[in-house]
Every structure is written in structure tokens, then in C-alpha cells.
């Protein structure tokens, strides 16, 4: 699959180039005025775009095909790398976000209010409005059919964490904005500092939010039950197997499934098979009274059986892949 085609990428990409040009003016605008919330938006901004320059690294190497060393590919890549990302929204942006306004309240100094400030706000609301549009509408496009709580839970690790630091980035431009309203108005630099530190809360949850989707993943999450229960009643439904015993699955990237199950077959089913082009009761009068023909049948029961076995684990998997691309690995078991 080409990396553009690849779910979560153009979210990705818009929000990298937005962010790169947000964080640029957001920290001219900072060391113009002092204002720790304006540095706070500054550090925000680019901690976001190191991030998606991270997701953007875990896109390309998720596409991998498959080696020796890693003989189910390399899916999981995007999981790994959007969980550094998330690490890095949470020690870097979070982190240095929360001991900037700190310092801010500990050693207070005056901050340069200047029309530029308010300025680059505007600007990185715009920004940061369209990336978050792109993203939203990209969830959107993937589950049409449920609310936006339903949607972020189901949706992909990257798209998700595009969404979400996008949506944090609008809120702490809004935040921001404020907090240096109420310093120029009231004199009192406090608010500039706890600006500061409730963007770095906001930032700090998201990373949490972030960290556990991507750990639920590499730590061998299972397919969505509403499939797994499509892919056991497929089995089932087929006249060769008695009853699945038990299975399991995992996740091997995004949107891409591992499978295995154990399954019980129904011998009557397949002795029917076996017999369907000759009569049993002439297989029988052709051996009774004859112990070498006698062995010699079931000799060659012993043989056909196993081979019919396997020729018929080939044609359910066929039937599930063709039902299931999203199932790449399917291993069944007979018991």
C-alpha cells in the first residue's frame, strides 16, 4: 500500500506542516513579549510537530514487507513510534510547558504586550482549526455511522493523536488569548503563568490518553469482537468443523489481523466427502471376506482422510480471507 493511501497520513502531514509554521511565529512572538504562556504555546507547537514528524517515520516503516527477522511485517511500527510521540507530548510538551508557568509564578517578571502577539494567535487559531478539520473529517470518513465519543475510541493511534493535539492546540490558543487578556487588564501576571500550566494539564492528558492506546496495541490487542464473532460463526457454518474450541487473535498493525483456532471437525462430513463419488456399501462388499483388501481400504482411509483434512482448512481459510482482507495470518488447528 502506498504511504499516502495509508490510514491517519494525510492528518498527519497537514498537521506537521501547519505546526512547523505555528511554532515558528509563536516563538517570535514569545521572545518579543516574555510571556511564558506565549513561550508555553511555542514549546506546545513544537513538541507537536517533533511528534508527527515521529508518526509520519512510524507510517513509512509500518509499510515494510515482510522478512526474515520480522516474518508478519512490520505493522506494528506505527504503534511503536506513536507511542514515543506520546512520550514526547508528555515529558517535552507537557513537561516544559508546566515549568515554564511555574517559574512564571516563582520569579514573576513583565511581560511586552504587543498587538503581534495577538496577531500570531489569530493566525495559529486558523492553522490549527484546518489541520484539526482534516483530521475530524478523516474520522469521519472512516466511521460514518457513530458519535464522535464512539469514533475517537475506535479510530486509528495516528489519526487520534493528530485529532487530539490538534484540538488541544485550538483550545490553548483560546487559552492563551485569555490568560493574557487578564494579565493586560488586571495587571497581574498570574493568569500568564496559569495559562502556562493548564495547557501543560491538557497536554499531559492527551499524552496519557495516547500512550495507553498505542501500549493496548503492542502488547498484543485482540480484533474487534463484533469480527471475531462474524469469523467463528463463518467457521461454524461450515459442514467439515463440529465446533471451535478456541480462539484467538492480534493485532499485527492497523487494520490488519492474526488468527488462531482450534477446531473440532465432524467426521460424518467428512466420511460423506470421501464417499461421495463411490457407494460405501460396494467399497464394503468389494472387501468383506478379504483381509488383504481389508487392509489395504484402510490404508488408504488412513490417507485420503488427513489429506482431505488439509485440502478443506485451505478452502476455509480462502473463504475467510476473501471475506476478511483485513485477515492476513490464519492458523487453524484441528483437535
Not at 483530521?135 to 475517537?152: H, M, Q, Y
Request: some cysteine.
Amino acid at each position: 500500500m502506498a504511504l499516502r493511501h495509508t490510514s491517519g497520513f494525510w492528518p498527519v502531514v497537514a498537521a506537521l506542516l501547519g505546526n512547523t509554521v505555528v511554532a515558528i511565529s509563536k516563538l517570535l512572538a514569545a521572545l518579543a513579549s516574555g510571556s511564558s504562556v506565549m513561550f508555553s504555546e511555542a514549546v506546545h507547537s513544537a513538541a507537536d510537530t517533533l511528534n508527527q514528524a515521529l508518526l509520519l517515520i512510524g507510517l513509512r516503516r509500518s509499510l515494510k514487507k515482510a522478512d526474515e527477522s520480522f516474518e508478519y511485517g512490520y505493522g506494528n511500527e506505527r504503534f511503536f513510534w506513536g507511542l514515543i510521540s506520546a512520550c514526547g507530548i508528555f515529558f517535552v510538551g507537557a513537561g516544559i510547558t508546566a515549568y515554564k508557568g511555574i517559574t512564571m509564578l516563582l520569579d514573576p517578571h513583565a511581560i511586552e504586550f504587543s498587538p503581534i502577539i495577538f496577531i500570531v494567535l489569530l493566525f495559529a487559531f486558523v492553522v490549527e482549526l484546518y489541520t484539526l478539520r482534516v483530521a475530524a473529517s478523516a474520522l469521519k470518513r472512516s466511521f460514518p455511522d457513530v458519535g464522535l465519543i464512539e469514533r475517537l475510541s475506535l479510530a486509528d493511534p495516528m489519526t487520534l493523536a493528530v485529532y487530539l493535539e490538534d484540538a488541544v492546540a485550538v483550545l490553548g490558543v483560546g487559552i492563551a488569548a485569555l490568560a493574557l487578556l487578564l494579565s493586560y487588564y488586571t495587571g497581574n501576571i498570574i493568569w500568564d503563568a496559569l495559562g502556562s500550566i493548564f495547557i501543560s494539564s491538557l497536554l499531559a492528558f492527551v499524552a496519557v490518553v495516547l500512550i495507553l492506546k498505542n501500549r493496548s496495541f503492542l502488547i498484543g490487542r485482540a480484533m474487534p469482537e463484533e469480527l471475531q464473532g462474524e469469523v467463528v460463526k463463518l467457521l461454524e457454518a461450515e459442514p467439515a468443523i463440529e465446533k471451535v474450541i478456541d480462539f484467538k487473535s492480534i493485532v499485527l498493525g492497523w487494520g490488519v489481523y492474526r488468527i488462531k483456532c482450534e477446531v473440532e471437525f465432524n467426521g460424518g462430513a467428512l466420511l460423506r466427502e470421501v464417499y461421495r463419488r463411490r457407494s460405501m456399501k460396494q467399497q464394503y462388499e468389494e472387501v468383506r471376506g478379504d483381509f488383504g483388501e481389508f487392509k489395504r481400504f484402510l490404508a488408504d482411509y488412513a490417507d485420503r482422510i488427513p489429506r482431505l483434512m488439509g485440502k478443506k482448512i485451505d478452502e476455509i481459510e480462502k473463504r475467510l480471507r476473501e471475506k476478511h482482507p483485513s485477515i492476513r495470518h490464519i492458523d487453524i488447528e484441528i483437535n
